[in-house]
């Protein structure tokens, strides 16, 4: 079974662009999560999505948004880039959210220039 | 200013010890924890999890003990290898209903062989 799929692994934006980033979750599950991971901050939770909708965002700006495909892919998008948001951007995958195992991808490399 | 990176407190073992890598989390509230091995460049790998109906639970090689007075987890790694050097982190998931994960500063454990 194929785990958490993330794309890009690399990327690198100048201030001001948006970018949009891709998760693929383990086939059969259907709650998605973002997670920004900053050597500063750690890991801290953006959102996750579950069946399409968006069940719980975590503290960051409205910059900062999401969607869910009806095959559960999930996609998530920072607009107008500032430098602080050069990170690791994770997703996890699981089941059916709540008490269940999640599991995370390779992540995305975000780099701010 | 510069930001300054979370200095991770460090085990150093080796190779064949028993390490013991402790966690504290944050809310009473909390009913489910799982324990991540995340590597250099890579995203987080599932260990193990337990509920909160539970004070103990073994994997291969690892047990997870659960003190819901102190908020106290600790992961047990028995017969420690150099493969298993990584950062450790504890998650708590805040609300049983969605996928949330808080997660501690972790610690990095070194094996030498």
């Known amino acids: 079974k194929a785990g958490v799929t993330q794309t890009p692994r690399y990327l690198i934006k100048t201030r001001g662009q948006q970018v949009t980033l891709s998760c693929s979750p383990i086939?059969?599950?259907?709650?998605v999560s973002w997670y920004q991971q900053t050597p500063g901050q750690g890991l801290q939770f953006l959102f996750e999505y579950f069946s399409e909708t968006q069940r719980n965002k975590g503290n960051f700006p409205g910059r900062f948004s999401g969607r869910q495909f009806s095959n559960s892919r999930s996609e998530m998008n920072v607009s107008t880039l500032e430098l602080g948001d050069s990170a690791l951007y994770l997703c996890a995958s699981s089941f059916s959210g709540g008490n269940t195992e999640a599991f995370f991808g390779q992540g995305t490399r975000l780099t701010v220039v | 200013g510069e930001s300054v990176g979370l200095h991770l407190p460090t085990l150093s073992v080796q190779e064949g010890d028993n390490s013991i890598i402790n966690c504290a989390y944050s809310n009473s509230a909390s009913d489910y924890f799982i324990w991540y091995k995340q590597e250099s460049g890579k995203g987080p790998q599932f260990i193990i999890d337990i509920r909160s109906n539970m004070d103990k639970r073994q994997g291969q090689r690892v047990t997870v003990l659960l003190n819901k007075t102190v908020k106290h987890l600790s992961l047990q790694i028995a017969a420690t290898q150099p493969g298993d050097s990584a950062v450790y982190f504890c998650a708590e998931n805040l609300n049983s209903g969605y996928s949330t994960l808080t997660f501690g500063k972790g610690t990095m454990l070194l094996v030498s062989p």
């Open positions: 086939s059969g599950h259907r709650s």
